[in-house]
């Protein structure tokens, strides 16, 4: 937990951030870019959602710049506890997930943005010039994401179903092909058909949507 007020030279009327990552390199690296700009103050950082809160009544922010991930707490979840207790602050999410519930969670719980954690710095400054007017941000890749999870999906026969679900498991084709019977030829060509019908571009995208749908199909309640 660390305070920051002091770091940088910034302008009149500079917007105050506070860092919420529990990776200390990652705020490191974001706090530095942001230093560069005199219309940002960084007041403080935290590491976990404790801190967090603390951080949160000590600096007076903002803006928060809000990891999704945090070990131990959900970030989402912490998100929606900070806007209770300050109304009037502006959440902008931070994550290196473009999964779309994600961001739709994000939304849901008041966070004015969402930006990807490997998206150029440049993208990051504009996301956080946005939300601290008032506004809100998705980076373009979740923005795309988002569209096409809304787009209505081809509906997949029983088998591509069947083997969408085995590929979320972690099975490799060889493992499908044995446990249902079918060469793995077959269940390529299935895998294949799966793609085009979701509108999927190569392999680790196939997989990525498989782990995702995976735990869709388990997270009720979550």
Sequence with gaps: MTSSASAGAPGPGAVRLLL???????REGVRSRLQDEPRY???????????????????QPQVVLLDVGLKGHNGIQLAQLMLERSPDLRVLMYSMYDNP????????????????????AGEIV?????????????????????????QPRPILSPRESEILSALGRGESSKQIAKALDLSVRTVETHRQN??????????????????EHARGLHRDGA
């Design 101 to 120: 519930e994600y961001v739709q969670r994000a939304l849901q719980a008041g966070a004015r943005g969402y930006v990807l954690k490997d998206a150029p």
């Design 20 to 26: 919420v990552d529990d990776h200390p390199l990652v």
């Design 126 to 150: 504009a996301a956080i010039d946005a939300v601290a007017a008032g506004g809100t941000f998705l980076s373009p890749g979740v923005s795309k994401r988002m569209f096409r999870s809304q």
């Design 194 to 211: 799966i793609k085009r019908k979701l509108e999927l571009e190569g392999q680790a995208e196939l997989i990525r949507y498989a782990v």
């Design 41 to 59: 103050l960084v007041v403080g950082e935290a590491g976990n959602a404790e801190e967090a809160m603390i951080m949160l009544i000590a600096t």
